[in-house]
Every structure is written in structure tokens, then in C-alpha cells.
């Protein structure tokens, strides 16, 4: 029937090198002024867009047609 030993340690894991990532763009760098110029200049052209809205918040202008149809000949 099923003996009971301990069980082996397992072995340590190896060390490895760890690389040491690239360094963060600063606000100093081109491209980093150019993307927020581009995300400003993105955000201004969004906001011409709310004039196409042909409805305000309180609906259309006009009734709509309510009335119930009918079949034809009845």
C-alpha cells in the first residue's frame, strides 16, 4: 500500500539575465510632440462634427404619424 516519503525538493530555478528595457520617450523627443500635436489637431476636427446632428435633445420638430393602418378593401 502506498508508502509515505517525503517528497524531493525541486531544484532552484536558474538564474538568468534580466534585460534592461529601452528608456521611456521624454517630452523633450520630436515624436512625442508630434503625436500630441496630431491628438490635439484630431480632437478639434471631432468637435465640428456635433453640428451635423439634425435633432436637439428635445426631438424632432415635427408630429409624427400615429394614426393605425388599414387593410385594403376592409
Known amino acids: 500500500m ?3 516519503g517525503k517528497r524531493p525538493n525541486p531544484m532552484p530555478a536558474p538564474v538568468t539575465a534580466v534585460e534592461v528595457p529601452a ?3 521624454t517630452m523633450a523627443d520630436e515624436s512625442v510632440k508630434q503625436a500630441g500635436d496630431e491628438e490635439r489637431r484630431r480632437r478639434a476636427n471631432a468637435i ?3 453640428d451635423t446632428v439634425l435633432t436637439s435633445g428635445s426631438g424632432l420638430a415635427t408630429t ?3 394614426e ?3 387593410l385594403l378593401g376592409g
Open 2 to 4: 502506498g508508502g509515505g
Open 23 to 25: 528608456p521611456m520617450p
Open 48 to 50: 465640428g462634427h456635433s
Open 64 to 66: 409624427a404619424n400615429t
Open 68 to 70: 393605425k393602418k388599414t
